[in-house]
């Protein structure tokens, strides 16, 4: 068991004055908000997060508030508290800015990423992140608490195995929820076919 402060390095997004204005397309930027991570968690039964599923916003700040694709963030208020992978992609696409919502993690060289969202978003170590979160109405994660938890680093060739196992089951969960969803869609046209025919 390590501590994860000496796995990785631990730092919060950025904080925006006022509400975040996204467009629809032409922005220089993307933007990850927690709204948006759970809609993508959602829809595609993975918690691995694509740079191109983000919304895009006008940037004008600093280039030191973009964080690199391959980080790990965690939501630090609201209760909601899965760690999104940001893939990294073979393309140049714009720079991501996060919201002050998360907690950015850039792990060690012996942790692989993937493999650290991974564990953070099993059901003991969410247990763990819910219990000390902090506030009543709207419970915090801070930077300081989340350094303390103790996480097991396997050797990388048993963190790939683990990534490559939950790649497989992600994608089994994503065939059977389309399988599910087109077997709704059929049966509502016939459900519409039946109420056509009694009438």
Known sequence: MKTLVDIASIRTGFTFRGKVEEVPRGGNAYVVQIKDVRKVHENSMSLNLSVQSLPQINWTGK?????????????????????????????DLMPVVVSSQFLILTPADDVLAEFLCWSLNQP???????DSSQGTSIP??????LKQLKIAVPSLKTQQQIIELNRLW??????????????????????????KETN
Do not use: C
């Open 63 to 91: 280039d030191k508030a973009f964080v690199s694709t391959g980080s790990v963030l965690v939501p630090a208020r609201g209760g909601y508290f899965k760690a999104s992978y940001l893939v990294p992609t073979d393309r």
């Open 124 to 130: 003991t170590m969410q247990r763990a992140l819910i």
């Open 140 to 145: 915090m994660l801070k930077a300081e608490t």
């Open 170 to 195: 992600e994608h089994e969960l994503q065939v059977t929820q389309a399988l599910l969803k087109n077997r709704e869609n059929m049966l509502k046209g016939v459900f519409q076919q039946l109420l």
